[in-house]
């Protein structure tokens, strides 16, 4: 397939992944975890543990009535400290069971490989496992895999573009566990009675690309075609609605999700998780974190269980070598800034960056119409024209300008020469527009 | 260390590029021309270059410190300014006139409306039209560089009148009488593509300026040869690259800047073919910045997914 890309605009920010020769190394038990309600994309769960409580590895601590929701498993076995409220990166509180190891990660007797033979059974699984999009997103695996018209798909594109700088905690799984990648891909294909598998990666990881094309090739077959597609080193090509464009040709319309155009996008770690849980019966309680930065002593991929405060993650990294004057959960170009290092890594969580004095960008000066932010931007959109509607809080020529499409993945922000805080800006005229239409 | 830690928006990576680079891009593009316009019309060319970047940087600075704004004069946007208006000037211009320009370009175009990017006509261009308007003598004064007057004898020329008498060789490098820096096309073309190399401009505006004024010249007068002539002669070049490029003053979508170049090109043509003025570039392109926010209303992109059309940005 070809290098170039068939999504107009995006960018070429410096790639940076040091970590992607690094094997993945397991941190010890961490003394307490932190297991937050909110780790997906809907209701937070409700705490189903009470403090002093013993729990095991693999056991519920929360869960939730919801459809958009994923139960929560201890990661660690020992006590229950505390149910307590936290405050998420976001902004919101959580509620927060918080468990004192006793370092034995004993497993809980509910792990077992669960019995999985009809459809039911499958999405039945899939929720029990607790997977989220480990992408980032956070969108409950169980829903994203029983769309309203399942029929209509065709198309199962796995997400291993790690389009973000410095990330490398998908490449480890594409390079350690191709082999659970590809088993995974088959259950789904099979439960979803889908004709293909797009297994995606940019073209900067040429080492996966081989790798992962052997194995697709040997279990490829009519009717349950699995291929590898190479993808421009462009960002953001791992963006759902920039690689379903990109490797199917088919746009998905605003407001729409990818079933409507035939694709289900699943993020390659999520899809090994997931094939590993149906073996094993393991929930996700571990999370592989690609810890990295200029203020990072030892960058490393760390197996992390989840829930593990991030200070911990870092002090198994050699610690702080600088003062860390940006901490990111996240990548560089679409993570969130944190303030409070005792924040424990989430589900959907697959980088911890800190940064030294290099995270300080210049202030931001006039804007001079160059016209950069509008030829980078992958949705088409026109940042000036946004701006300018925001200032004058208008609402109509804001959704017209199609400002609810933007995906708020930075690259207009990244191009920008005055520097302009163009993504906080499209948050704030989104919320705006929200806002406008819940009065209407 | 904790309270010193930043939390913002992300993204948390930029490409490095900033306002002033771009500057510095357009002056190292202008340097060309500015070098040639020196060794066309010698020491009047330098002292008007100098006195119309130093009275920029003046009003600009002045200016920012009346109405009591954060200096900006670091951005080097007025040094761009001066340059650009110092090489619209004829050579024999009084300093105290080109300087006078420089203060209008500055003060009045851009600064009393909020300073650089909120200005909706380019400061240099109207600069240049003030002193056409005062000093219509001196501004018409076009002399022919002075190393070469004593070999044919001819004082002064007003190019586009006596077009007929020059040859391509003459236009293309410039050795005939006009504005200082708008002669040398050699020099303008090589800045010109420097900006595209360094990816400060798209060709975009250039190509479909000119290319219009060469094809209505051409159905005109029905003649290639002096179609050339016409796009290498008067203010076309110098317009066309830096002029009608000027980011603040044309539109950001790419066909906006088709049809906004189509338009400069369209009454270039009207102007020099049909007004009682010999060159047109400097009113087509103030005319067009005026239709900037009604060009740029009609030709937004659709965005990604939407229906009715794939029109790209």
Redesign the interface.
């Known amino acids: 397939m070809g290098l170039f890309s068939k999504v ?1 605009g995006g ?1 070429k ?1 410096p790639h940076r992944k040091h970590t992607a020769e690094s094997a993945t190394e397991r941190m010890p038990v961490p003394e307490t975890v932190i297991l937050s309600m909110a780790q997906h994309i809907g209701p937070p769960c409700t705490p189903t543990v009470k403090v002093g409580d013993k729990v095991e590895v693999g056991q519920i601590v929360g869960d939730s009535d919801a459809f958009l929701s994923a139960p929560v498993h201890a990661s660690v076995s020992g006590e229950v400290t505390a149910v307590t409220s936290i405050t998420m990166p976001s902004g919101q509180a959580v509620q927060a069971v918080v468990i004192r190891s006793d370092g034995e990660q004993r497993v809980h007797e509910s792990v077992v490989p669960p019995t999985v033979e009809t459809y039911d059974d499958f999405l039945k699984a899939v929720r029990a496992s607790g997977l989220v999009g480990l992408g980032g997103a956070g969108f409950p695996t169980h829903v994203k895999l029983r769309p309203k018209n399942v029929d209509a798909v065709d198309t199962i594109i796995i997400n291993a573009a790690e389009c973000e ?1 410095y990330i490398t905690s998908d490449y480890r799984e594409l390079m350690e566990n191709s082999w659970n990648i590809v088993s995974g891909v088959q259950t789904v294909m099979e439960f979803l009675d889908t004709q293909r598998v797009i297994i995606a990666i940019e073209s900067n990881k040429p080492a996966a690309i081989k790798e992962l094309s052997a194995i697709a090739a040997s279990v490829s077959k009519p009717g349950r075609e699995v291929s590898v597609q190479t993808l421009p080193a462009r960002y953001p090509q791992g963006a759902e ?1 920039v690689l379903i ?1 990109q490797t199917t040709g088919r ?4 407001g ?1 999700l990818p079933a409507d155009v035939g694709c289900i996008v699943m993020n390659a770690t999520s899809v090994s998780v997931l094939a590993w849980y149906l073996k094993s019966g393991m929930p996700l309680v571990e999370k592989r974190i690609t810890v990295d930065g200029g203020a990072v002593a030892e960058p490393k991929n760390v197996l992390v269980p989840l829930g593990t405060p991030i200070k911990d993650v870092i002090a198994f990294c050699g610690g702080y070598k600088a ?6 959960m996240g990548g ?9 290092d005792s924040l424990p890594v989430l589900k959907q969580n697959n980088a911890i960056l800190a ?1 030294d004095e290099e ?4 202030e931001p ?8 932010c ?2 980078a ?6 940042p ?2 946004i701006t300018a509607a925001y200032k004058t809080k208008n609402t109509d020529v804001l959704e017209k ?2 400002v609810m ?1 933007c995906m ?1 993945c ?1 690259s207009c ?7 302009r ?1 163009l ?2 800006t499209m ?1 704030l005229a989104k919320e705006m527009v929200r806002k406008a239409s819940a009065k209407s | 260390m904790q309270n010193s830690r930043i939390v913002r928006s992300s993204p948390h990576l930029h490409s490095g590029d900033s306002t002033r680079m771009i500057m510095l891009d357009v002056i190292i593009a202008l340097l060309p021309a500015s070098v040639a316009s020196i060794w066309l019309f010698g020491w009047q060319s330098a002292a008007l270059i100098v006195t119309c970047i130093a009275a920029c940087l003046a009003s600009e600075y002045l200016s920012r410190l009346v109405l009591r704004r954060e200096q900006t004069v670091g951005d080097l946007s007025a040094v761009v300014t001066g340059l650009l208006l110092a090489l619209n000037l004829p050579a024999t211009l009084p300093l105290w006139q080109a300087a006078l320009g420089s203060a209008v370009a500055i003060v009045v175009v851009k600064q009393m409306f909020g300073g650089l990017g909120h200005n909706f006509v380019n400061p240099a261009l109207v600069g240049r039209i003030v002193l056409m308007v005062s000093f219509p003598a001196a501004m018409n004064q076009y002399v022919v560089p002075f190393w070469m007057s004593s070999v044919d004898g001819v004082a002064t020329a007003t190019p586009l009148v006596q077009l007929e008498s020059f040859d391509l060789q003459t236009l293309f490098f410039g050795t005939y009488g006009g504005a200082i820096g708008e002669t040398c096309a050699a020099a303008l073309l090589l800045g010109g593509v420097y900006l595209v190399v360094r990816r400060v401009i798209q060709p975009t505006i250039p190509v479909v300026f000119i290319g219009t004024v060469f094809v209505l010249s051409w159905l005109i007068s029905g003649d290639a040869y002096e179609a050339t002539r016409q796009i290498l002669s008067g203010g076309l070049m110098l317009g066309a690259i830096f002029m009608a490029t000027d980011y603040v003053t044309c539109p950001v979508t790419t066909l906006g800047k088709v049809i906004y170049a189509l338009g400069c090109g369209g009454l270039t043509v009207l102007i020099r073919q049909g007004g009682s003025l010999p060159e047109g570039v400097s009113f087509a392109i103030v005319v067009m910045n005026i239709l900037v926010p009604l060009i740029e209303r009609v030709t937004y992109a659709t965005p990604f997914g939407k229906k009715g059309g794939e029109r790209h940005a």
Do not use: H, W
């Open positions: 107009r960018v920010p700088p609605k464009a746009k998905v319309p605003p729409k003062p860390a004057r940006k901490l990111l560089p170009m679409m993570g969130t800034a944190l303030k409070d940064f995270a300080l960008l210049p000066t006039a804007c001079i119409r160059c016209g950069r509008v030829a931007c992958p949705m088409s959109l026109t000036p024209a300008r199609g499409v708020e930075g922000a990244y191009v920008c020469p005055a520097n805080p993504v906080q948050r």
